[in-house]
């Protein structure tokens, strides 16, 4: 892991078109802004661990599931 130290209004370059810029900083809370081309998907780190928690359950079920039993609309 890079670890970086910045200052409010310095920025971090990902790549050729990512860019991360500290926008505030209020005591522990840290504001950034992310520019980056729309394919790219950004997620908070706790959203993206329910997402993918919620994927993961949903593969089960399918997995569960006979080709029959779509037929029908199980």
């Known amino acids: 892991m ?3 130290t910045r200052k ?15 926008i505030d900083i209020d005591g522990s ?5 992310i520019e ?5 998907l950004i997620f908070r780190e706790e959203l993206y661990e329910k997402l993918r928690e919620s994927n993961i359950e949903a593969l089960k079920t399918s997995k569960e599931l006979r080709p029959e039993d779509i037929i029908k609309g199980v």
């Open 36 to 40: 980056a081309p729309k394919g790219v």
């Open 8 to 22: 409010q209004g310095q920025s971090i370059r990902i790549g050729d078109d990512i860019i991360v810029k500290i």
């Open 29 to 33: 809370q840290v504001k950034i802004g």
């Open 2 to 4: 890079l670890v970086l």
